[in-house]
């Protein structure tokens, strides 16, 4: 069965960090890209950030791009996903998916066949 268990997430203020992680089971995690999504009340999910399954590749929304570094550790089946310099539209429920596929334009939501639980991450102003 597989299992993606997201955590970290909380009530941060603006200008803050939070740093998610995501333990993964139930499949062979280094031989797939994982990604991030998010989706706040109103809007659709969205991919935040994808990476690779070994070989360094990312892939970044423009909205993040220079706060939020996406990382894994495939000798703990665990990716992460540290965000700075929070604002208040990052405010959503984050969401870790598998597996992804991703290039330059975006993170491709009709590839992932798992989600995660979710975590909410909440922003003030």
Same mark, same amino acid.
């Given at each position: ?9 909380? &009530? ?7 740093? &998610? =992680? ?37 892939? +970044? ?23 700075? =310099? ?7 429920? +984050? ?18 066949? +798992? ?11």
């Amino acid at each position: 069965e597989v299992q993606l268990v997201e955590s970290g997430g909380g &009530l941060v203020q603006a200008g803050g960090s939070l740093r &998610l =992680s995501c333990a993964a089971s139930g499949f062979t995690f280094d031989e797939h890209a994982v990604g991030w999504y998010r989706q706040a009340p109103g809007k659709e999910r969205e991919g935040v950030s994808c990476i690779g399954s070994s070989d360094g590749s990312t892939y +970044y929304a423009d909205s993040v791009k220079g706060r939020f570094t996406i990382s894994r550790d495939n000798t703990k089946n665990t990716v992460y996903l540290q965000m700075n =310099s929070l604002k208040p539209e990052d405010e959503a429920v +984050y969401y870790c998916a598998a597996p992804v596929g991703f290039s330059e334009n975006g993170c491709y939501r009709s590839e992932v066949d +798992y989600w995660g639980q979710g975590t909410q991450v909440t922003v003030s102003s």
